[in-house]
């Protein structure tokens, strides 16, 4: 037997119940997205320092050839930790976007069904 997702039920429409679900699981997916940015991040943090670590023991020892290959690797190890922060602030964003539509929807719900918001 088929749902009809459209009958109206006692508090609010069945579509509603399916939408709400279906944000709640996106934003499950966007939060488990943000924790692996966050330790992706933190990691190319570490290489960052690490490659920066290793330039300056070459500069301190002179080793000029050394130097150039350390300092260019450096500055990829930047240029993708900019990528990783970008990727997780743009998640972050995201998730506020979510959790914010998310909080409309039952707003507009609760307005519909008659409840004033005040306890």
């Known amino acids: 037997m088929a749902s009809d997702l459209r009958r109206r039920t006692g508090d609010g429409s069945a579509v509603h119940a399916a939408e709400s679900i279906v944000s709640s699981a996106r934003l499950g997916e966007l939060h ?15 290489i960052v320092d690490e490659a920066r670590t290793l330039l300056a023991e070459a500069e301190r020892h002179g080793h000029a050839d050394r130097v150039r290959a350390l300092r260019e690797q ?32 039952q707003v507009e719900l609760d307005r519909r069904s008659g409840l004033s918001g005040v306890a």
């Open 32 to 46: 488990e997205c943000s924790a692996l940015l966050r330790r992706t991040r933190m990691r190319a943090a570490d």
């Open 74 to 105: 450096l500055d990829q190890a930047r240029r993708s930790y900019a990528k990783v922060l970008d990727a997780y602030v743009a998640i972050c964003g995201k998730i506020t976007e979510e959790r914010q539509a998310i909080i409309r929807a």
